[in-house]
DNA sequence: GATGAATGAGGGTTCATTCAT
DNA sequence: GATGAATGAACCCTCATTCAT
């Protein structure tokens, strides 16, 4: 019934989108400071003009890219279905999905460092940051509440904490893959060395959680 | 033959430690590219000028900053006297250590992240890069080895991955404080609530290391 | 053959002159180069592409402006009836015009200063330049003969030199208001001292015109 | 005995005066908005980047001119003697000298127009306000009181108002000479068109201020 | 050894205007 | 006829750096 959409010369909304995500990549690469809106606009096959006609400024080129990387992490985790599987499952499931989403949005992972040198400064002036609150803490909720009525999850674990604990395993390693790999005497940068990390970080998370847990 | 007097090269030292310190504070709050010359001058009481004159470049000031941050946490981790303790004091004893100097030196968390963003170009440039490999691995792991030996610490746990994990921990959240206060209804930027998010995690920890742990 | 239909004409009308009353405002706050396409768009509550349609340029726009005061003033001078009057009470009823009109039309003065500024450029181009030769010089060349011829005014006074006496004496001290204000020790924005200001000038032009002036 | 100043190749007094100039010029001939840096830069066989080494912004510069030539005229009122001269003639010297400046420093006019469409806002903001406040009007209330001593003069004639009226005389012809050229029929451009008009200007003063004047 | 003067290159941004329907 | 989308050129200004004593 409905036309797919017609292939436009001027596609405003195919146009804004490319210069959204090549401003995303060339923030990631190189911070707020060192992002320049000449690449931006080459990434984008567009021009540095069209950057300032679409977002206003750079400023505004990084909000919106910051606000898409978080909707981004709030629609992925929004669609994870935890209340399908046991509680056990449920808890890796929920571990794997965070490592995976870190592991391929590598670009989440640099605008956030580059926001919190800023002090979050845009995340605060955002008009969506109601928007961006992720579910993803009462499915934790949920998911612990399962556990310790079935009797394999200790009581009094809180889901904010679980949440902070598999984020902060995940992604301190993969932000700072680079120094890490320089300065202790392992590469961080190879997948199998972040592999056997994971697991191991799976294990410290479930040790937590469980009451009898599985090593 | 003669030493230039002495005054003039104390002369000297402060003014070079003025403009270290001054860039390690620019750095730390802008960033490389955000950094500015004009401010790094006024923060030392010093001239643009000097900058060059000690340290050649802006990336030759951003290097010894790092250097300098890295190399403090060196010293103080060198300075640690776990074999002092029995293995669990020990254990608490290197988190507490980790955490409070975290805690201290924001800086050094900041200007990691800034050397992530560029992917550690400056450290694996540095000289001094084999100075700044820390005692603190083998100190780990002899701590595990009196642990095991002694019944109360897990077989076969990784020094390198208890290290990993007790930075991951505290770095994350103090790292990421701004965005997380403003996505998670959790203000961690109150002394009071970042009090109780470490006390969780030293309990992760001890879960994972200890056969019995306290709680 | 069929005319539009009155409404759209209007409509049009409507939009030309919400546009051309928004460049008047615009150019004499802000000069030729400093005005902003953007913000006569705003104040007409139209769009920029109007103002292109219907002056095709900036510089369209502002010869319309241009012609707009110039047409104004031919038109208020034009229903200036001095005939009507004595030859005192004409030249006193002139000055009295001329001092009215600069006051009441502050963007006649700002953009006849620009307009210099480019060395009636405009005007020298405009079409309509004929017909904004004001009759004004006629009827003061009429009011003096009448004076001459009566015995009250002084015999040889040329009615250009008149017109720019008054003219000079009313505009230089509402073009220059605030750096004579700055610089004087006087207030020349206060109606009370442009009042004062203004009763001076008039005795001014008297003496030079009247055998036996008033004063 | 004193040197004269070795023409230094590095010579920050002269490189400064250079820009100031190209700057009065550049202000006068295209109004503030209107001015480019780059042409500054070439008028003083310099670079732009100078311009802001040494006023900080085109507003600064724009404020250094405004200064320079409102310093100038103060300087050349200061230079006056009118106390060695009769009252007549010290009447004729000033209203001479007041036509003179105009004449010869077509820019304060123009800077002064410029000037006025911001309002006076720079005028304001100087520092240096207090320093241009000129000597003249004491020294006009001077001529005042000795020609009405004298009995040439009327009484009550206020240095202001003089001051002003002599200055609007001047000022509206010059600074309006393009506009008036093309409305009236008479070509205010030309040396002796405008002599003429300076005549009757000072006939019409004198007539203000003398008891019986000479025409 | 120390410093004021100078600068080329490029930064983000805005201008008046035209394209394409 | 009327309008959103697009744009090349240039704007003012600042950057990290070097020159010349």
Redesign the interface.
């Known amino acids: 019934m409905s036309e797919p959409p017609v292939r436009k010369r001027r596609d405003r909304e195919a146009t804004r989108a490319r210069i959204l995500k090549a401003g995303i990549g060339e923030f990631a690469r190189?911070?707020?400071?060192?992002a320049r809106g000449e690449r931006i606009a080459q990434r984008a096959r567009s021009s540095e003009r069209m950057v300032y006609y679409y977002f206003g400024s750079k400023e505004g080129l990084f909000r919106a890219a910051l606000e898409s990387v978080?909707a981004a992490l709030r629609d992925a985790e929004g669609a994870l279905e935890l209340d399908a599987l046991g509680p056990r499952d449920g808890l890796e499931a929920f571990c794997r999905f965070v490592w995976r989403h870190y592991c391929e949005h590598p670009e989440f992972i640099?605008l956030?460092?580059?926001?919190?040198?800023h002090?979050?400064r845009h995340?605060?002036k955002s008009q969506h940051?109601g928007e961006?609150?992720?579910p993803v803490?009462g499915m934790l909720s949920g998911l612990l509440r399962r556990g310790e009525r079935d009797g394999v999850f200790r009581c009094g674990i809180?889901p904010?904490?679980l949440?902070?604990?598999v984020?902060?395993?995940g992604?301190?390693?993969l932000?700072?893959?680079?120094?890490?790999?320089?300065?202790?005497?392992?590469d961080l940068r190879s997948p199998q060395v972040l592999e056997r990390?994971w697991r191991?970080?799976v294990?410290?998370?479930s040790?937590?959680v469980c009451i009898a847990p599985e090593g």
Chains 1, 2, 3, 4 share one sequence.
């Open positions: 190189h911070g707020f400071a060192g978080y640099s956030v460092n580059t926001e919190n040198l002090q979050a995340l605060r940051l961006l609150v992720s803490i809180d904010v904490d949440y902070l604990s984020a902060s395993l992604y301190f390693v932000s700072n893959q680079h120094t890490l790999s320089a300065v202790l005497g392992r990390h191991t970080s294990q410290i998370v040790r937590y």
